[in-house]
């Protein structure tokens, strides 16, 4: 067909290419017979519904009332295709163009390494999964568990390497009144005690695995020398319930390790930490009124990794999904139009000095430029309409924050609400943004084969 | 220099690949386990619509002697089709129950199962003019939309008196419409329960709450003993819909309840907030809701409390114990007990579900039928088998396999008239029945952050008049 389009062009308005003798009547109604089941086919399958699409469009949901331009109209002021549409826009800034430049930098390494024909397998490789195990594949990786999901797993092992965790997380007073949170964190006693006294300390909400193997029992601590204050600190709640608050019963566990500071003024004049029995002793104190403090280090909560799925960070995440999925598609389209430059080119740049970024930069990349641009219009088209990874990788919390067009497109219609008209008029309006897209491509094409 | 970094990024992704398929690969559910007598037939994989609880393996003698209860006419060469969403196990107990039927009567019943989609099956039969006798509808809103086609028969007195005999009035007026009685409730589900880790709850000393406030006591007490109470599955919307429902059903009460299902009160109302603010005293707390919840759903909620332990307690309904038999070691009756949803208001309420049997035809043999279906007899012999709560006050309880699809079952019948269907079911889809819009939206937000009760409000109206078109 497309040899036809270029071999009559040059004839132009009416007079016959020279070459070809005019086509015989009969000729021509063959033509037309055989061309009939293809153009019924598009007929059907593709002109129909686009034209289908835009008539139902100008409906409202039960598709009797013509509304004109009404769902046109909805999609600019509604708050979710809002949200859709910023979504899209995202998509198309960064994932081309990040898939683009990856793509590039695996095709320009793969062709100097020597296990060049591996790597090129294995970058290719999530090309050969559909969109939705892909999707399902990366919803584990980005799980908020860390025995599950692969990103946590590694950012929090990283950050446990620079800092552990606190002994008791989420342990608290029994008492908030007695003992409230600090301004710098943690907690410290609302009144001031004096030397010589006696402190107790009930802590509640301690993980049963932040207890020693087989703790001790609490103790009460005996009568200080007159230079220091003592206490216990101890997990004020007996299996089984039962035991008064604030009081050490018989089978309350005792909290060994647990740092106790006093405060004058607010500053750490001494430091404790408690011993198995959860006894402490704060020595060397003048007299005066002294706070007790815990501090926060002591019951910080453990590092829960990044919340990758999350209405802030979903979409960059849903992006990394696509780009793993199809650098390696550029890679290969990119790495065939490496191979068709000409090597004189670069081997003359060389000779004249050039180092090899300014080769790439100035010979290689310029001479790529078409097959680059054609990658970049293909993954446009391609990620305008992406529906899949973000369908299936977005948790319902976050399914609003992730939403896209074709998303948007699909819950409109089929997954609730039932308004194929206002369905019909994201799709018309996904059609208009992907056009223009698609003439760049059709006009390309006609260029090369000319 | 640039070999190596290709190697390296090369080695980096071939190590990303494993441990993806590591992980994919350790989430095979366990095996069924039998060990209380119940084995899972079926794991909700989105929770919603199944039904079906515990089925006991202990099965005693299908049929019950024939003859009780309603008397069944002669019916000799009479056919008849029923049609039902049940498949497997579900679709074998329920063709005993219509075997029963045959042998009393001499007709002859052929079972067709639509799979999980019953609608588009129905539909063009109906319209085709060739329905089934007899069809099991899910929802109560298909039998208003089938009532409103005047696709169905209203049922004959003969059935009414059984009904009247045998149900609650609340069942009677879910098969009503426009003042026709339509529809016989055969199958119901309880979402009125809350599941807990024996083990955790006894270490904390707690016994199952039964008021509200004894609920939120007790979950403060398990967060004292080091046991985060809750684990909510705020990704799956639909689960908090139900936690709203069963708070404002107890709450608001049960005529309150309905004119909210119907939008007839806005949900700015003070009862509405009432109900949030409640549901604030758990979601809101300090420490009650399991970290990540946003990101949890429905099965993995489950499984939190009872492999992974991070949470002492779950709300969902009964088909919760699907999930624990098919997907932990934990044992449903030993490690996992239930508990009914606590009295928020003066009067615990029951939210559920179940399937309606509705006749296409009006014929003596379908309303014969009809009859069986709402009497006693015919529940009792799939009660036996397991996997099945009925709604019929006078099936004997005694006959349940076991202490959990019992207590199920007897707090949906203690309920009476306190029962309501699930209310996000009742609503408009684009309000009740999507993820990521309407009600699940809005209560994934309030659970985000459950001290905006008035934005939240103010949102759920915005959204439910847009779909209710009101």
Request: overall charge negative.
């Amino acid at each position: 067909m497309s040899q036809t389009a270029t071999q009559v062009r040059p004839g132009g308005g009416g007079t016959p290419a020279r070459t070809r003798r005019p086509p015989a009547r009969e000729g021509r109604w063959l033509a037309w017979l055989f061309l009939a089941p293809a153009g019924v086919v598009l007929l059907a399958l593709v002109l129909w519904p686009i034209v289908y699409s835009v008539w139902r469009s100008l409906f409202d949901r039960s598709g009797r009332a013509f509304i004109g331009l009404g769902n046109y109209q909805r999609i600019f002021t509604d708050a979710d295709t809002f949200t859709a549409l910023k979504n899209n826009l995202i998509w198309v800034l960064v994932a081309p163009a990040l898939v683009t430049v990856l793509g590039l930098i695996f095709a320009v390494l793969t062709e100097r390494v020597r296990w060049g024909t591996a790597f090129k397998l294995i970058v290719f490789m999530p090309m050969a999964i559909s969109f939705l195990a892909a999707g399902i594949i990366f919803r584990v990786v980005y799980d908020q568990d860390p025995d599950r999901g692969v990103a946590n797993a590694v950012v929090t092992g990283v950050h446990d390497v620079f800092s552990s965790s606190a002994q008791y997380p989420g342990a608290r007073p029994r008492d908030a009144d007695a003992l409230p949170p600090a301004a710098a964190g943690g907690y410290a006693t609302a009144d001031t005690v004096e030397p010589g006294s006696t402190v107790p300390l009930p802590l509640v909400g301690v993980e049963g695995d932040a207890l020693p193997e087989d703790p001790s029992a609490a103790q009460a601590a005996g009568e200080p020398a007159a230079d220091a204050i003592t206490g216990t600190v101890w997990f004020d709640f007996a299996r089984g319930g039962g035991g008064a608050p604030g009081e050490i019963d018989d089978n309350e566990s005792a909290l060994p390790g647990v740092v106790v500071q006093a405060l004058r003024d607010g500053e750490v004049v001494a430091e404790a930490t408690t011993d198995d029995q959860g006894l402490f002793v704060l020595e060397g104190l003048d007299p005066g009124g002294y706070q007790l403090a815990l501090p926060a280090g002591n019951f910080a909560q453990p590092f829960r990794g990044v919340s990758w799925l999350g209405p802030d960070l979903v979409t960059p995440a849903i992006i990394v999904a696509y780009v793993w999925m199809w650098a390696g598609f550029a890679m290969v389209l990119i790495g065939a139009g490496l191979a068709a430059i000409p090597r004189d080119a670069l081997e003359a740049a060389r000779i004249d000095g050039a180092n090899e970024w300014q080769v790439f930069r100035l010979i290689t990349v310029p001479l790529l430029a078409p097959v680059l641009t054609v990658v970049l219009v293909t993954m446009i088209i391609n990620v305008l309409k992406i529906f899949d990874l973000v369908y299936i990788i977005a948790p319902g919390s976050s399914a609003q924050a992730a939403n896209v067009i074709a998303v948007q497109m699909w819950s409109v219609s089929f997954g609730g609400a039932q308004d194929f008209g206002l369905g019909s008029a994201l799709g018309v309006f996904l059609f208009l943004l992907v056009l223009p897209a698609m003439l760049f491509n059709i006009r390309r094409f006609r260029q090369e084969q000319q | 220099m640039k070999r190596s970094v290709g190697i390296a990024t090369a080695t980096a992704l071939v190590l990303a690949l494993t441990a993806c398929g590591g992980d994919t690969g350790t989430d095979t559910p366990a095996e069924d386990v039998g060990d209380n007598g119940s084995t899972v037939d079926e794991t909700p994989a989105d929770g919603g619509e199944s039904t079906g609880a515990t089925d006991g393996s202990e099965a005693t003698e299908g049929g019950t002697a024939g003859g009780e209860g309603a008397a069944l006419p002669d019916l000799s060469g009479e056919e008849l089709e029923v049609a039902a969403v049940w498949t497997g196990t579900e679709q074998e107990r329920f063709t005993m129950v219509l075997d029963s039927f045959e042998e009393q009567t001499g007709a002859t019943v052929q079972y067709t199962s639509t799979g999980d989609d019953i609608a588009p099956v129905l539909t063009p039969r109906v319209e085709g003019g060739n329905p089934p006798d007899v069809a099991f509808l899910p929802q109560p809103g298909l039998l208003n939309e089938f009532a409103g086609r005047d696709a169905l028969k209203p049922l004959t007195e003969d059935v009414e008196a059984t009904i009247d005999a045998n149900y609650a009035p609340v069942w009677k007026d879910l098969g009503t419409v426009d003042g026709d009685l339509y529809g016989v409730w055969f199958k119901a589900a309880n979402k009125s329960t809350i599941w807990y880790d024996v083990e955790a709850l006894d270490a904390a000393g707690v016994t199952p709450p039964e008021t509200w406030d004894d609920l939120v006591t007790a979950s403060q007490t398990v967060s004292d003993s080091g046991v985060t109470p809750w684990s909510v599955a705020g990704a799956d919307g639909w689960t908090l819909t139900d936690w709203f429902e069963n708070v404002y059903l107890s709450q608001a009460g049960p005529d309150m309840y309905d004119q909210l299902t119907n939008h007839e009160i806005p949900w700015t109302d003070p009862s509405v907030e009432e109900a949030l603010n409640t549901l604030a005293e758990i979601w809101g707390a300090d420490g009650f809701v399991a970290e990540g919840a946003l990101q949890t759903d429905f099965p993995t909620s489950v499984t939190r409390v009872f492999s992974s332990g991070d949470a002492a307690m779950v709300y969902e309904g009964d088909f919760v114990a699907g999930v624990i038999g098919g997907e932990t070691e934990a044992v449903v009756g030993e490690d996992a007990n239930f508990f009914p949803f606590p009295a928020v208001g003066e009067a615990p309420a029951v939210v559920g579900g179940g399937d309606v049997a509705v006749a296409f035809t009006d014929t003596e043999a379908t309303m014969a039928l009809m009859s069986y279906l709402a009497s006693p007899e015919a529940a009792e012999i799939w009660v036996a088998e397991g996997g099945f709560t009925s709604p019929n006050k006078s099936v004997d309880t005694a006959l349940y396999p076991d202490d959990i699809s019992r207590g199920i079952a007897e707090g949906l019948i203690a309920a009476g008239d306190a029962f309501r269907f699930d209310m996000s079911d009742q609503m408009p889809s684009a309000f009740g029945g999507t993820p990521g819009q309407g009600m699940w939206q809005d209560l994934t937000d309030f659970l985000a952050d459950p001290s905006d009760v008035q934005g939240v409000m103010d949102s759920l109206e915005a959204n439910a008049s847009k779909a209710y078109g009101r």
